[in-house]
């Protein structure tokens, strides 16, 4: 069954401005990993957050979760036109399921 | 130099064609997937190998058949392709399976439409 849902399923916003998206998920987990696809391209991962870890930042990159809540947000802050794609969030409950990924939001930065 | 190699990038086949996509990986990964997104971009693991052996098997037509002939390569086989297989699949690799903190490589996908 799937396990992350992203929301928006798509955002647009102009250069320069910050860009949030968030994940829910059903089930508890040991990490939950963000990933971007280019168009026609593969999925790069991003950042993992451990599930006893409440934020994380990677350069213009910053991930919080609440596993209270089951949930998870990726903001990008001074976007740019190159991080037109799309977001995916991707569970990891351990053991032999692998990453379970979301739906995702695409994001659109206008220039 | 690419990490995770994967052909054809496109394929357009009949319906009751069979076909193969070849997966290899440079990394060094002791594991293996096989991924579909279909037009929705909905991603859903197929199947999963470690060393050479299959650990995942999600519920998909036995008309898919994955081959690891070492742990750097992961083939897909189809069989009787359906209108319904078209979609893109990707191979990907990680450093290991069991464990958590898995992170995922993704090769660049194979396009493949059946007509």
Same mark, same amino acid.
């Given at each position: 069954s799937?396990?992350? $849902?992203e929301d928006p399923q798509?955002?647009?916003?102009?250069e320069?401005?910050?860009?949030?998206?968030?994940?829910s998920? #059903?089930? %508890?987990?040991?990490?939950?990993?963000?990933? =971007?696809?280019?168009?026609g =391209?593969?999925?790069?991962?991003?950042?993992?957050?451990r %599930?006893?870890? =409440? $934020?994380k930042?990677?350069g213009?990159? =910053?991930?919080?979760l609440?596993? %209270? #809540? #089951?949930?998870?947000s990726?903001?990008i802050?001074? %976007?740019?036109?190159?991080d037109?794609a799309?977001?995916?969030?991707?569970?990891?409950?351990g053991?032999?399921?692998?990453?379970?990924?979301? #739906?995702?939001t695409?994001?659109?930065?206008?220039? | 130099?690419?990490?995770?190699?994967? *052909?054809?990038?496109?394929l357009?086949?009949?319906?009751g064609?069979d076909k193969?996509?070849?997966? +290899?990986?440079?990394?060094?990964h002791? *594991?293996?997937?096989?991924?579909?997104?279909?037009?929705?971009?909905f991603?859903k693991?197929?199947?999963s190998?470690?060393?050479?052996?299959?650990?995942?098997?999600?519920t998909v037509?036995?008309?898919?058949s994955p081959?690891?002939?070492?742990?750097? !390569?992961?083939?897909? !086989?189809?069989?009787?392709? +359906?209108?319904g297989d078209?979609?893109?699949?990707?191979?990907?690799?990680?450093p290991?399976?069991?464990?958590?903190?898995n *992170?995922?490589y993704?090769? +660049?996908?194979?396009?493949?439409?059946?007509?």
């Open positions: 799937q396990q992350g $849902e798509a955002l647009s916003i102009q320069g401005e910050n860009a949030t998206m968030n994940c998920y #059903k089930t %508890s987990i040991n990490n939950l990993q963000w990933y =971007r696809q280019n168009s =391209r593969g999925l790069v991962h991003l950042i993992l957050i %599930s006893n870890e =409440r $934020e930042h990677s213009r990159l =910053r991930v919080t609440d596993t %209270s #809540k #089951k949930s998870s990726l903001l802050t001074a %976007s740019r036109a190159a037109t799309s977001y995916f969030c991707a569970t990891d409950r053991g032999a399921d692998g990453l379970t990924f979301g #739906k995702g695409h994001l659109i930065i206008q220039p | 130099d690419t990490a995770v190699s994967q *052909t054809p990038k496109y357009v086949t009949q319906m064609n193969s996509i070849k997966c +290899e990986q440079n990394l060094g002791d *594991t293996m997937y096989w991924y579909k997104q279909d037009s929705k971009k991603l693991i197929m199947f190998y470690n060393n050479k052996e299959l650990i995942i098997n999600e037509p036995n008309r898919f081959k690891s002939p070492d742990k750097a !390569h992961l083939n897909l !086989h189809i069989n009787s392709l +359906e209108l078209s979609a893109v699949y990707f191979c990907a690799s990680s290991w399976t069991g464990l958590s903190g *992170t995922i993704f090769g +660049e996908g194979s396009w493949l439409t059946v007509v």
